[in-house]
């Protein structure tokens, strides 16, 4: 055999494949086309997997190598590590190798370049939808801070929305976040709750409430005392686990504390005791939409001069809602208060009615 490379030794067959099905299509044809970052990665893959299994099949064929060779020998071609072959290669073997190189070392780089691309968008995407976030939580007033988003928590939150309170979550358990973020209407923070910086993040200065449910009581209390230090007209309520850190919370500046043991126990009782009485509150209190239910009504925007009954006002006649009590202004409660009883700013109404019946009695107020 001389050194000269005769035309009988170059692999016709395998250079004509690759005239035929690789050379001709355009491989950049894909990315001259509008895809999401799901296509982009897939296309990464699938470059990769592609130059590894011709290598396999090529090295199978050519210099009928196994399986667990060929692919040996495909990852040290491709990958340029320089280690030694499995066996001599043939004339027909190197020149597969030569064009194995030379189709890894591009499209490898190109598969590369596009997972590093992806990667890097989807680290930007999270960055300005995060930024983004933030930026909105700046600007709310009179929203609900709710810290914990677990089975007390993503409850509160839930009852929250579907009365239209704005709601920002401070939770800092990855997958728990992940799950928040298929809610668009769930504003978030990714952060401890017990770090001043996140509390101001989440605009407690505007807040109107702050609830905490928080699987510690530790950490409610903590969470507690920043709240108040910070906002001290803000209302607080806090979950405990403990019956003995009931007034430790309280101390702390908790306006309400919530045991959930506690009140399940209540209610478990109450439904064998009084089981129509408990269903009825219960239909009043977690209406669905459009249900009739309870509402409480500031007269703050009524008139000072007026000085009208609820008889005069014949809030009754029109707008439907029943009056079944109101707090005063020295704090004092009057249960089904009479007709001749005089509406003025400072008082709040309990009244039970559905949403059109409770715009109308705004209007009489306002």
């Not at 170059?10 to 001709?24: G, Q």
């Not at 990714?190 to 770090?195: E, H, I, Q, R």
């Not at 005089?342 to 705004?362: A, D, H, P, T, Y």
Request: aromatic share 8%; glycine share 6%.
């Amino acid at each position: 055999m001389s050194g000269k490379v005769s035309s009988e030794y170059f692999p016709h067959r395998f250079v004509n494949a690759l005239k035929n099905n690789i050379f001709k299509y355009n491989f950049l044809e894909p990315f001259c086309m509008e895809s999401n970052s799901n296509r982009t990665i897939f296309i990464a893959f699938g470059i990769l997997l592609a130059i590894i299994l011709v290598g396999i099949i090529g090295f199978m064929r050519i210099e009928h190598y196994s399986f667990t060779e060929a692919l040996y020998m495909t990852i040290i071609t491709i990958g340029t590590v320089g280690f030694r072959e499995v066996r001599p290669l043939s004339l027909e073997g190197m020149w597969f190798t030569i064009v194995l190189i030379i189709l890894s070392l591009g499209f490898f780089a190109l598969a590369i370049s596009l997972i590093t691309k992806y990667f890097s968008d989807r680290i930007r995407s999270i960055y300005n939808v995060k930024t983004k976030m933030e930026k909105q939580i700046s600007k709310l007033k009179d929203h609900v801070i709710v810290v914990g988003y677990g089975r007390n928590g993503s409850q509160a939150v839930d009852e929250l929305l579907s009365n239209h309170f704005p709601v920002v979550v401070i939770e800092n358990r990855p997958k728990v976040i992940q799950y928040m973020q298929e809610n668009p209407e769930i504003f978030y923070i990714d952060g401890d709750a017990t770090d001043d910086n996140v509390l101001h993040k989440a605009g407690i200065e505007n807040a109107r409430a702050l609830i905490s449910a928080l699987a510690s009581d530790a950490d409610n209390l903590f969470v507690v005392l920043t709240a108040r230090e910070i906002n001290p007209d803000l209302i607080i309520i806090s979950r405990a686990s403990a019956i003995a850190n009931d007034k430790k919370l309280k101390l702390a500046g908790a306006t309400n504390v919530i045991m959930p043991d506690k009140v399940g126990g209540q209610k478990m009782a109450k439904l064998v005791i009084q089981p129509d009485i408990n269903e009825f509150v219960e239909k009043i209190m977690l209406p669905r939409v459009g249900d009739v239910s309870l509402f409480e009504i500031s007269c703050s925007g009524i008139n000072p001069n007026t000085n009208k009954t609820i008889g005069e006002l014949q809030i009754r006649e029109k707008t439907g809602v029943s009056i079944l009590g109101i707090k005063q202004e020295n704090g004092q409660y009057i249960l089904n208060p009479s007709s001749d009883t005089v509406l003025k700013e400072g008082i709040m109404l309990f009244v039970l009615g559905n949403n059109e019946q409770v715009r109308l009695l705004r209007s009489i107020l306002n």
